[in-house]
């Protein structure tokens, strides 16, 4: 069984895999957003997902660490790493006290602000694109543009953790964003993203026309409605 789905938040991630998991579904590969599942016994495996010191690669120390504590490496996938182990083997934490999630979550923000600059270079180029008159620069500049507020949002969501893990050791210098509901809607993001795709959407004529006329239609309305609704989410919550 394949099932697709976009995750930025890694947490959020390890609970839809621990989900499946105890729904008799074990995930055995993933790409681009496609998770590949098997089936298993329900509850049969406990997944945790870590972040890696490289790109799509992990240390030989790091796997005899895991292949001694009967950890399974699942998949590589960028920075991180897809791990799992048998429930009937015990609890499966990796980080299970406040120093270590403090440089777990640490090495996840320097991750995320690296890749929010890539991508905003990235936007840039897009939007110098847009200036020269390039047609197809409109379509990845709001594709871009709704992944570089994703990336924002998290680093938002990663400075909460920190800083509630930081104010345990009396470390308060760590800025949170939930005390004064600063963050940007997602609804934002998402309209940018389908506007994004549909401007890719192309006039092919023939029989399909009208279909991806309407499609075409149908994601500029939702992508409005939803970049509105971000923008108002945004404003009240910074009120």
Request: proline share 1%; charged share 20%.
């Amino acid at each position: 069984m394949t099932k697709f789905r976009l995750y930025f938040d890694k947490d959020k991630e390890t609970a839809f895999l621990n989900e499946m998991s105890r729904k008799g579904y074990a995930m055995t590969g993933f790409c681009v957003g496609f998770y590949r599942f098997d089936r298993c016994l329900p509850g049969e495996y406990i997944y945790q997902i870590d972040i890696t010191e490289g790109m799509f690669r992990v240390s030989n120390d790091y796997r005899e660490f895991m292949r001694d504590m009967d950890v399974e490496i699942v998949c590589l996938w960028g920075p991180w790493v897809i791990l799992r182990k048998k429930a009937a083997q015990g609890a499966f934490e990796l980080y299970t006290d406040v120093e270590s999630s403090i440089a777990h979550y640490t090495k996840i923000k320097k991750t995320f602000q690296l890749a929010t600059v890539m991508e905003i270079i990235c936007l840039f180029l897009e939007i110098w694109g847009i200036l020269r008159g390039v047609a197809a620069a409109w379509s990845f500049a709001f594709i871009l543009g709704a992944i570089a507020i994703a990336f924002v949002r998290q680093l938002m969501r990663i400075n909460d953790i920190l800083a509630e893990l930081k104010g345990r050791t009396g470390d308060t210098g760590e800025q949170s964003y939930s005390g004064r509901k600063g963050k940007i809607s997602g609804y934002l993001a998402a309209g940018l993203f389908l506007n994004g795709v549909a401007l890719l959407i192309r006039d092919t004529g023939g029989e399909l026309a009208f279909w991806l006329g309407f499609a075409k239609g149908f994601l500029h309305v939702l992508a409005i409605l939803l970049c509105v609704a971000g923008c108002i989410f945004t404003l009240w919550r910074r009120s």
